[in-house]
C-alpha cells in the first residue's frame, strides 16, 4: 500500500519567493497533520485537518502560512513571501478516524531551504 | 517550553550495551507513543500505551507509562548498530478530545559495533 506521499523531497528558493508543499494522505485516512521540524523547535505540529476541515491551527507560525485541504486525497501548505527562518524539514501526517491511539502515518517530509 | 521533555538529548553507546530513554511531563496524556525517525526519512510508530503502569515489550524494546500517566520510559536490552535513530514520545493531552498528538524534542541514540 502506498504511504502518505509528499513532493517536492526537496526545495531550495530564495526568500520573498511563494513555496507549495504538497501530501497526498493515505487512501481512508481522514485525519491529517502538517509538522514542521528543526534541531531548535523539534517537530512542531502546524495544523491538523478531521474530514477536511480544519481543526486547530494555532501552531501556523504566521500569516504567511497557509494549508488547505480541498479534498481528502490532497493537501498544501503554502508559504508566501518565504524567509529564511522558514528552512526545516515539513512532515505531513494522515491517521485513520480520530480514534485515540491511532497512529499517525509521516511521509519522508520535504526538506526546505530559502537562501 | 515543550509540553513533553525527553532525556537525555543524545546517547552514545556500545552494541550490545543497555540504554533507557525518558519522557516526562506535568500534564496527563489519555495515551502516549513512540517514535524511531532514521535520517531523510518520517518518523514511524514504535507503540501506543493507553493505561497507566502499562509496560509493553516489542522484541527487545520495554516501554512503560507511569502510573499516573505523566511520564514514560524506552528500555532497549542488548542495543545493535539497527537502534540507531532518533526515539520521539508524543502525548495526547487528556483536555484533548480529538487526541491530538504533541511530541518531544527526541533523543538522538547512536549504536557503535
Known amino acids: 500500500d502506498a504511504g502518505v506521499i509528499q513532493s517536492p523531497r526537496h526545495e531550495v528558493t530564495e526568500m520573498g519567493q511563494e513555496v507549495t508543499l504538497r501530501c497526498k494522505p493515505i487512501?481512508?485516512?481522514?485525519?491529517l497533520f502538517w509538522y514542521r521540524q528543526t534541531m531548535m523547535r523539534g517537530l512542531e505540529l502546524l495544523i491538523y485537518f478531521n474530514n477536511n476541515v480544519p481543526i486547530d491551527d494555532s501552531g501556523m507560525p504566521e500569516d504567511r502560512f497557509s494549508a488547505k485541504m480541498p479534498n481528502a486525497s490532497f493537501s498544501t501548505l503554502k508559504i508566501q513571501p518565504s524567509e529564511p527562518r522558514d528552512s526545516a524539514v515539513y512532515f505531513c501526517a494522515s491517521r485513520s478516524q480520530g480514534a485515540r491511539g491511532q497512529p499517525q502515518h509521516f511521509g519522508d517530509g520535504t526538506r526546505l531551504s530559502i537562501l | 517550553t515543550q509540553l513533553l521533555e525527553q532525556s537525555p538529548q543524545f546517547l552514545s553507546i556500545q552494541e550490545g550495551e543497555n540504554l533507557t530513554v525518558y519522557c516526562n511531563s506535568s500534564s496527563v496524556f489519555s495515551s502516549l507513543q513512540w517514535y524511531r525517525q532514521e535520517p531523510g526519512e518520517g518518523p514511524v510508530l514504535l507503540v501506543t500505551?493507553?493505561?497507566?503502569?502499562e509496560v509493553k515489550k516489542l522484541k527487545r524494546l520495554t516501554f512503560q507509562f507511569g502510573d499516573a500517566r505523566k511520564d514514560s520510559s524506552l528500555h532497549i536490552t542488548a542495543a545493535q548498530p539497527g537502534d540507531t535513530g532518533l526515539y520521539l514520545c508524543a502525548g495526547a493531552p487528556q483536555t484533548d478530545s480529538w487526541g491530538k498528538f504533541q511530541f518531544g524534542a527526541g533523543t538522538q541514540v547512536v549504536v557503535t559495533p
Open positions: 487512501s481512508g485516512h481522514n485525519s
Open positions: 500505551v493507553v493505561t497507566g503502569g
